[in-house]
């Protein structure tokens, strides 16, 4: 077995992939189960993109040990060729945590978790066009589920949730965004909508005023705070109203 294992990896080097399987198949037959085998069988099997039957190597090889970081990594990018996205962020999450400073699957996780996430997020835009916001709701979920960072994400879901009615949820997810962009307009709106929907009167003065600092010219957001600042005397006794216009 071992004599063929070699000459698999021999063939796999030079760019043989469907010989090589075919020696690590060989070579399995005597040494069943042989976790070297199977993630190098595998590895051919990605190459010659038979995605189901190295996700299935892989798996083998996880049966018998579930920390092994390579067939973590290439059951995850089979995963992917099969188009289970979620299964393969799974499987990269998995190798990053048992190996924090493996680069190459930070930079594959990040490369498939945003694309996966992208999808999510164009899903969950076809839903709200449809008005069907609680399936956007739960797209822009599993969007942000792979991808925290997809602000996109974030923005939408806050104005599918404005739009439910759901304001608090609304508030923390365009404080989400601005966790990660301080200036994002789109979010410092929808805050300061849920936050006037929330009695929070003050709170939505500031994130429409600075609406305004960044958009001068964004007469709905000019509105919006209008009608904000006339709420503060019954939301804040102690604040100053805003100054009389000039006769």
Known sequence: AMALKERGNELLRAGEARKAEVAYSAAL???PGNVMLLNNRAAARLKLEKFEEA???AAAVLERRPADVKAL???GQALEG???????VACLRRVVELEPTN???AQELLRVSS???EAKKKAGNDRMKAGDLEAAVALYTQAVELHASNVAALNNRAQARLKLGQHEAAATDASAVLALDATNVKALFRRGQARRALGDARGAVEDLETV???EPANATAQRMLEEARA???QADPGAAAPPAAAA
């Open 231 to 233: 709420l503060l005397p």
């Open 103 to 105: 680069g190459k699957a």
């Open 212 to 214: 305004l600092d960044l």
């Open 55 to 57: 996700a299935a190597d």
């Open 29 to 31: 037959s005597l040494s």
């Open 115 to 117: 694309a996966a996430s």
């Open 73 to 75: 990594f290439r059951r």
């Open 82 to 88: 099969t188009g289970d996205t979620a299964g393969a």
